[in-house]
């Protein structure tokens, strides 16, 4: 026989909401607590990247690459140790620093694995989750260069630089004599060995006059190509070295190799037109290419990769200057 108060008990479904509940907290308690732990993991995880970026990165910068690749791993690995030892809730870091040389290029390849541990995740014996990550930097290093500068100084690198410099020319020569009059070239000079010039040569017009010639932007350019190798070897740590000759109807030395650049700039002041008594000297055949470029070629090696690796050699750049007037002896004949 049931009781009318304990009949009245089972009937009675006002509490099934409570129980339900009961019955549902703990997944629920699990989702949440995973959700914590994955979100500590993740952002442990995004510290760790960020260091490792850090890390490759140190290992490639101008001063890493002039070095070995055991100082790149040195480099890198004290980087992401001494920026990852103040990061909370995580194991001990296995960490893989690997550099690869090609050439003038160095890539280092940053790879880091540890674990993150769970708050929640003891409740179902994960008590850590694993976490790894990498990260990859590539840089070049400048090379090594040896500039070669090849300067025509011929007669035709005497015209004025400009329009203006060459009327200012023409009218200041109306009155020379036949062989140089009216003449916007100013490489026509006089000797001891000519009556051609009595008083004035068309070289010394052109100084006189303040006139600025082919020759002497050239000049300019030597100067400023030094200066501005100097200062950038300086900023790269590369190496730079310049030789300067010229070229007319011979080849001439203006300074050998030199890795004093100051040196090298200081010496454009001797890059001087080549001079000639009168027009059509020598049949005009005063700008050598043929001999000069030959010359040039012997004095220059073989070029290497520019790197600091034991037993290479710099690039080699060679520059030739001119303005692209050919007048020379080619088999007993005139060419240009």
Same mark, same amino acid.
């Given at each position: 026989?049931?009781? #009318?108060a304990?009949?009245?008990?089972? +009937?009675?479904? +006002?509490?099934n909401?409570?129980?339900?509940?009961?019955?549902?907290?703990?997944?629920?308690?699990?989702?949440?607590?995973?959700?914590?732990?994955?979100?500590?993991?993740?952002?442990?995880?995004a @510290?760790?990247?960020?260091?490792?970026?850090s890390?490759s990165?140190? =290992?490639?910068?101008?001063?890493?690459?002039?070095?070995?690749?055991?100082?790149?791993?040195? =480099?890198?690995?004290?980087?992401?140790?001494?920026?990852?030892?103040?990061?909370?809730?995580i194991?001990?870091?296995?960490?893989?620093?690997?550099?690869? !040389?090609?050439?003038?290029?160095r890539?280092?390849?940053?790879?880091?694995?540890?674990?993150s541990?769970?708050?929640?995740?003891?409740?179902?014996?994960?008590?850590?989750?694993p976490?790894?990550?990498?990260?990859v930097?590539?840089?070049?290093? #400048?090379?090594? *260069?040896?500039?070669?500068?090849?300067?025509?100084?011929?007669p035709?690198? %005497? *015209?004025p630089?400009?329009? %203006?410099? @060459?009327?200012?020319?023409?009218?200041?020569?109306?009155?020379?004599?036949?062989?140089?009059?009216n003449?916007?070239?100013?490489?026509?000079?006089?000797? =001891?060995?000519?009556?051609?010039? #009595?008083s *004035?040569?068309?070289?010394? *017009?052109?100084?006189?006059?303040?006139?600025s010639l082919?020759?002497d932007?050239v000049?300019?350019?030597?100067?400023?190509?030094?200066?501005t190798?100097?200062?950038? %070897?300086t900023?790269?740590?590369?190496?730079?070295?310049?030789?300067?000759?010229?070229?007319?109807?011979g080849?001439?030395?203006?300074?050998?190799?030199?890795?004093?650049?100051?040196?090298a700039?200081?010496?454009?002041?001797?890059i001087?037109?080549?001079?000639t #008594?009168?027009?059509?000297?020598?049949?005009?055949?005063i700008?050598?290419y043929? !001999?000069? @470029?030959?010359?040039?070629?012997?004095?220059?090696?073989?070029?290497?990769?520019g790197?600091? %690796?034991?037993g290479?050699t710099p690039?080699?750049?060679?520059? @030739?200057?001119?303005?692209?007037?050919?007048?020379e002896?080619?088999?007993?004949?005139?060419?240009?």
């Amino acid at each position: 026989m049931i009781y #009318p108060a304990f009949r009245h008990f089972l +009937r009675d479904d +006002r509490g099934n909401f409570s129980a339900i509940f009961a019955l549902t907290l703990i997944p629920v308690i699990g989702l949440i607590g995973a959700g914590v732990d994955f979100t500590s993991a993740s952002k442990r995880k995004a @510290i760790l990247d960020a260091v490792a970026d850090s890390a490759s990165l140190a =290992a490639v910068t101008p001063a890493m690459l002039a070095q070995s690749d055991s100082a790149s791993t040195t =480099a890198a690995t004290t980087i992401f140790n001494a920026q990852s030892s103040g990061i909370s809730g995580i194991t001990s870091v296995t960490l893989n620093v690997t550099p690869v !040389d090609n050439g003038l290029q160095r890539t280092v390849t940053v790879t880091w694995s540890t674990t993150s541990k769970t708050v929640f995740g003891n409740f179902i014996g994960m008590s850590t989750v694993p976490l790894s990550g990498k990260s990859v930097a590539t840089a070049s290093l #400048p090379p090594n *260069i040896d500039f070669y500068l090849m300067l025509d100084n011929s007669p035709s690198m %005497a *015209i004025p630089s400009s329009t %203006a410099g @060459i009327n200012t020319m023409i009218a200041a020569t109306k009155s020379q004599p036949s062989s140089a009059q009216n003449c916007a070239f100013a490489c026509h000079e006089g000797d =001891a060995q000519t009556t051609s010039f #009595p008083s *004035i040569d068309n070289y010394q *017009i052109a100084r006189n006059l303040g006139v600025s010639l082919r020759i002497d932007l050239v000049a300019q350019a030597v100067s400023n190509l030094m200066s501005t190798a100097k200062s950038t %070897a300086t900023s790269t740590n590369a190496t730079y070295r310049a030789a300067i000759y010229t070229f007319n109807i011979g080849f001439n030395t203006i300074t050998t190799l030199t890795s004093s650049l100051s040196t090298a700039a200081s010496q454009a002041s001797n890059i001087q037109i080549y001079e000639t #008594p009168a027009q059509n000297w020598n049949n005009d055949t005063i700008t050598d290419y043929t !001999d000069s @470029i030959t010359s040039m070629n012997s004095l220059m090696p073989n070029p290497g990769n520019g790197t600091n %690796a034991k037993g290479d050699t710099p690039q080699e750049v060679l520059f @030739i200057v001119t303005d692209g007037v050919e007048d020379e002896n080619v088999s007993g004949t005139r060419g240009r």
